[in-house]
Nanobody, 118 residues
Framework: QVQLVESGGGLVQAGGSLRLSCAAS????????MGWYRQALGKQRELVAQ???????NYADSVKGRFTISRDNAKNTVYLQMNSLKPEDTAVYYC????????????WGTGTQVTVSS
């Protein structure tokens, strides 16, 4: 049974930083592409960043240069370092996993709230 557990969310002032973590179990973590999504109130869920099993990354334009996704395969954990946070980054952030780049994300965490005050 695959489990993804996010942590690290909270309340931060604009310009501040947070690091989200996602601990994975029940899968061969090193083989799985991983991603971070977010969903703001009243908006659709959107992809923030993703990382392949080999470490290649890509980001939404809105977070490029501010957010960094990384993974530690020894700890079965993926991270999202968020710097220069803006009020519009406020959302519930979800960790996601998929079995390969040919498939969609089919495993999801329950989310962690990030609130950025102005």
């Amino acid at each position: 049974q695959v489990q993804l557990v996010e942590s690290g969310g909270g309340l931060v002032q604009a310009g501040g930083s947070l690091r989200l973590s996602c601990a994975a179990s029940g899968l061969i973590f090193s083989l799985n592409p991983m991603g971070w999504y977010r969903q703001a109130l009243g908006k659709q869920r959107e992809l923030v960043a993703q990382i392949t099993s080999s470490g290649s990354t890509n980001y939404a334009d809105s977070v490029k240069g501010r957010f960094t996704i990384s993974r530690d395969n020894a700890k079965n954990t993926v991270y999202l370092q968020m710097n220069s946070l803006k009020p519009e980054d406020t959302a519930v952030y979800y960790c996601a996993a998929r079995e390969s780049l040919l498939k969609g994300y089919n495993y999801w965490g329950t989310g962690t709230q990030v609130t950025v005050s102005s």
